[in-house]
């Protein structure tokens, strides 16, 4: 229980400039997309986009460990999910090698969870709904 509790506190945590970090990595995120989509689209040699690769998953877990530690219980929601999703179909990449409808999905999975609404961004599998 006290791990849980820990995950999942009764009052989310948070710091001053919490934000502006989170906007800066989402931001630095985009670039390294931006850029692991050449690999995907474009057939760019490994080092012309292993050091996107590099920020991109730099900035994935930044991102990932912040929103946690914020409230681990967005790993139950949509929101967190669609990024276990997401995580899952790039891995599908080591396997069946870059394919572009990969990236596609994932971008539509990003795009889609970013300005779909709360109500479905929150959505918690595990709540009992009546």
Do not use: D
Not at 19 to 41: D, E, F, K, Q, T
């Amino acid at each position: 229980m006290k791990i849980l509790s820990l995950l999942c506190p009764k009052q989310s945590r948070s710091f001053k400039a919490q934000r502006w970090v989170s906007v800066l990595l989402r931001s630095l995120h985009l670039i390294g997309i931006a850029g692991v989509g050449g690999a995907y689209l474009f057939a760019l040699t490994k080092e012309q986009w292993m050091p996107f690769m590099l920020l991109t998953v730099a900035t994935g877990i930044a991102m990932i460990i912040l929103e946690t530690w914020h409230n681990g219980i967005w790993l139950i929601e949509l929101r967190g999910l669609s990024i276990v999703l997401k995580l899952m179909l790039l891995s599908l990449s080591f396997v069946i090698g870059l394919q572009p409808v990969i990236l596609i999905c994932v971008i539509l999975i990003s795009g889609i969870m970013s300005h779909a609404p709360a109500k479905a961004r929150y959505y918690n599998f595990l709540k009992k709904t009546s």
